[in-house]
């Protein structure tokens, strides 16, 4: 079983739909948790941190219930812009960073 | 620039060569990492260096994988007798302080090696 797993999509979805992307990861020792996102072809670039109290970035919203071991981002009104592949993010032993698949998005006008 | 720069960009290799693939961090950064990313996949660690000293390398997936950062700045990851599973792109990344959670990582743009 992978550390942190991703449902891989693609996720296809409309402008401005709500679009919502789950994670788990196995190791309940994780300190921090974030969301990565990909562009094609592109390295990965950090969107936004998750904490335990939930987090709010513009039209991005991250949730961590470390009880269940579960992490989500929920994107609003989405943009043509946002299409990518999110990469739910660990830290394990040490801090080093453990990623899961990713999920594709696909925004279509 | 100011960012993580990786070489070559492309790089293809026949079955059995050796490759060496190079990162520059960004000036001044304690941090650096490896990662391995196939097609379809998020990017899987390879090995930890803090400044020269290689801390972690359990992510190397055999002896044929070597990384070395000599003088703590610039550092290099070697394959050698190269095989088709090793095909996927290489990304450096680095990081200002020491390795612990919730540094901000900076990734460079990968090396992408195609094994033919």
């Known amino acids: 079983r992978k550390e942190v797993e991703q449902d891989p999509g693609p996720f296809n979805v409309p402008e401005g739909a709500t679009v919502a992307f789950n994670c788990t990861y196995s190791n309940s020792a994780s300190q921090s948790f974030f969301w990565y996102r990909q562009d094609c072809r592109k390295e990965p670039k950090l969107l936004m941190s998750?904490?335990?109290s939930g987090n709010e970035d513009g039209r991005f919203t991250a949730q961590l219930n470390r009880a269940s071991q579960y992490i989500s981002l929920l994107i609003r009104d989405s943009k043509l812009s946002d299409s990518a592949t999110y990469l739910c993010?660990?830290?394990?032993?040490?801090?080093?960073?453990?990623f899961g698949q990713g999920t594709e998005l696909s925004v279509k006008p | 620039g100011a960012g993580v720069s990786q070489s070559p960009r492309y790089k293809v290799a026949k079955r059995g060569q050796d490759v060496a693939l190079r990162c520059d961090p960004i000036s001044g950064h304690v941090s650096l990492f490896w990662y391995q990313q196939a097609l379809g996949q998020g990017p899987e660690f390879l090995t930890y260096?803090?400044?020269?000293?290689?801390?972690?390398k359990s992510g190397l997936p055999s002896d044929r994988f070597f990384a070395e950062r000599p003088e703590g700045s610039v550092s290099t990851l070697k394959i050698q007798r190269t095989q088709q599973e090793d095909s996927a792109v290489y990304l450096c990344a680095s990081s200002e302080k020491r390795q612990r959670s919730g540094n901000t990582i900076y990734f460079g743009e990968g090396s992408w090696l195609t094994v033919v």
């Open positions: 260096f803090q400044n020269e000293a290689q801390l972690d």
């Open positions: 993010v660990v830290t394990s032993d040490g801090g080093k960073l453990i």
């Open positions: 998750v904490y335990s």
